[in-house]
Nanobody, 127 residues
Framework: QVQLVESGGGLVQPGGSLRLSCAAS????????VGWFRQAPGKEREGLAC????????YYADSVKGRFTISRDNDRDTVYLQMNNLEPEDTAVYYC????????????????????WGQGTQVTVSS
């Protein structure tokens, strides 16, 4: 089955950290640029961090720059999002996506029509 599966979400206190994972099955994620997105209730989906196939170049939204880090393990066809210093405003459903042929800025700016999407994982930041 061709899919992306996110994991690692949960409840964390403000200032805490979480590491999200996104594992591919049925296709070679290493052939795709990847990105992490989130959608909070009542808000538009936003692109947070995007990464090239090789992992050499990254793009981060201003809202997470310096706090979140995207990385990938191409041997495991898995992408990660390390989230530090979490804030209540980071509460959302987090999604990973994969696509080809886009600049990183476009990869993160396009929030709906990528080749592959995961089902999402909930992150709640609350005391």
């Amino acid at each position: 089955q061709v899919q992306l599966v996110e994991s690692g979400g949960g409840l964390v206190q403000p200032g805490g950290s979480l590491r999200l994972s996104c594992a591919a099955s049925g296709f070679a994620l290493r052939q795709y640029a990847v990105g992490w997105f989130r959608q909070a209730p009542g808000k538009e989906r936003e692109g947070l961090a995007c990464l090239t196939k090789s992992g050499a170049s990254t793009y981060y939204a201003d809202s997470v720059k310096g706090r979140f880090t995207i990385s990938r393990d191409n041997d495991r066809d898995t992408v990660y999002l390390q989230m530090n210093n979490l804030e209540p405003e980071d509460t959302a459903v987090y999604y990973c996506a994969a696509d080809t042929g886009l600049t990183l800025h476009t990869m993160c700016a396009v929030t709906r029509s990528h080749d592959y999407w995961g089902q999402g994982t909930q992150v709640t930041v609350s005391s």
